[in-house]
């Protein structure tokens, strides 16, 4: 962003900067990864490669999308599926609260807001949450939407990607491509859980959630929400107490 | 279930099941939470409870593997995601490092055991 003051950018050069900062940040590599795998996943569950698309065009989120698409491939009752991915969801209602004060001027249309509350996600909130702070208020909507896009587009086609690799490969690649998903959640999780109770419900989370898929209890992921997060919630709240 | 019918219900599940029950909470965000800051409490325990969830399906993801990921013995898939655990904290924290050695762990462990 060096264009002289004297002659501010267009949106649209100001939204091709936004796409631009999405391909070259860390997260292009995280959602290649990310979305390599949930291709391979939806080819082995049996969804077709447009469905995979629209998916991510409409969901863009991949913990939901990962749940819709195991959920509904093994055949679990669509009740079932809408719960887990709703428990997955809760996350972005804080970032998007967090997010839109950044963006919101007092003049600026409810409609101008629905784009980027719809493109939240745990790329783009970060990135935009560490780049819209020094950016003229005028422009950040455009980069914002500029960002998802990139983001969006990446993980689009590298969706397709992973779906047709999926189809031709051995099985030990085929393997390493479905690993690709939890390896790169597993750490970009861990990265983000800076504070205690997100470490504790991490943890939490990864030792229950087997034990309760082991003994087949309905509704395994989102138990593995509420006791997972609510023990990591009390011990956050007895050590706030004993400080 | 009629032809037509079996055509439309995948995309008739992921409005149903993924697009609506995901972007309630981004409404919500948008329509009803003006006031609400990252620290209150209930935002504090409902990102808790979503980090366990996320957590759940890593986990079962490693341990209950679909597809292809089922044929590498289930010891080789713990150990090459432990390994890119410790590799991500090792370099610098590094999640493109962490993802290649457990990535090439999983590799070697199923040229080795695979069944």
């Not at chain 1, 009752?77 to 919101?104: H, K």
């Not at chain 1, 597993?186 to 997100?198: E, G, P, V």
């Amino acid at each position: 962003m060096s264009a002289p003051p004297e002659m501010p950018p267009s949106s649209a050069a100001v939204f091709f900067a936004g796409v631009k900062s999405a391909l070259t940040s860390v997260f292009f590599l995280v959602l290649m990864g990310t979305y390599i795998g949930i291709g391979a996943l939806a080819h082995d569950y049996g969804f077709s490669s447009a469905w995979l698309a629209l998916s991510s065009i409409l969901v863009w989120a991949s913990p939901g999308q990962v749940i819709l698409i195991s959920s509904l491939g093994l055949g679990a009752p669509p009740i079932e599926g809408a719960i887990a991915v709703t428990l997955s969801a809760i996350r972005l209602f804080p970032m998007v609260v967090a997010l839109l004060p950044l963006l919101r001027r007092p003049e600026t249309r409810l409609r101008d807001l629905l784009l980027p509350t719809h493109f939240t996600s745990v790329s783009m909130w970060i990135e935009s949450l560490r780049l819209l702070p020094t950016m003229p208020h005028g422009r950040r909507i455009a980069f914002c939407n500029g960002l998802s896009v990139g983001y969006q587009g990446t993980a689009v086609s590298f969706g397709f990607v992973g779906f047709y690799l999926a189809a031709g490969l051995p099985p030990l690649l085929a393997g390493a491509l479905l690993f690709l998903t939890p390896m790169s959640f597993l750490i970009s999780t861990a990265r983000n859980a800076k504070a205690m109770i997100d470490r504790l419900a991490l943890i939490f989370g990864l030792a229950i959630g087997p034990v309760l898929t082991y003994w087949h209890v309905s509704l395994d992921l989102m138990w593995t929400g509420i006791i997972g997060g609510s023990l990591a919630y009390g011990i956050h709240r007895l050590r706030e107490a004993a400080a | 279930m009629s032809a037509a019918l079996a055509e439309v219900w995948p995309y008739l599940l992921l409005v149903l099941v993924g697009f609506l029950p995901n972007e309630i909470w981004r409404l919500l965000g948008l329509l009803l939470a003006r006031g609400l800051n990252e620290e209150s409490e209930l935002v504090v325990c409902s990102r808790a409870v979503a980090t366990a969830i996320l957590a759940g399906v890593i986990a079962k993801l490693i341990l209950f593997s679909p597809g292809a990921l089922a044929s590498i013995p289930p010891s080789v898939r713990v150990t090459a995601a432990a390994c890119g655990f410790l590799a991500f904290l090792a370099i610098k924290r590094s999640v493109f490092a962490g993802v290649m050695v457990g990535e090439a762990v999983l590799l070697l462990g199923g040229f080795l055991f695979a069944r």
